[in-house]
């Protein structure tokens, strides 16, 4: 993206990236001294898949992360479920199939993965919780 602004404010638009963007800036004074420097940027998704809780609830912590985390999840009714991980663009990246139960602890190591943010989701006959991971 090139953008010739002479402003000290710029508006920059991700370009449809999600995860980390890196911007990089070169200022020309007026007196023709030049400096030039990159920032970081962290976009969100924007597809509109929050956070969803239905027959019980979970954490993951921490969140954000370095792609390690402890997954503790309580099922308010017994129910078979499966603990998926995807990406944005629905890949799977962990999954965990058939676990009969009301409580469950994992520790999930998604540390080989590029940074960005991902999905936990645990679907059942009766229970659906979806919940943001975000690994930096």
Known sequence: MVNLETTQTIEAASGGEVG???FSVEVTDVSGCTGADEIVVSFDECAGIGDTYRNGSFTIAPNPNNGLFNFDLQLENIDNVDVVIFEFLNATVFEK???????????VDLSHLS???YYL???GKITLLTKKIVIQ
């Open 121 to 123: 989701q645990v679907s």
């Open 20 to 22: 980390i963007v890196t």
């Open 115 to 117: 940074l960005g943010i």
């Open 97 to 107: 199939r058939n676990s009969l139960g009301t409580d469950f602890k994992y520790q």
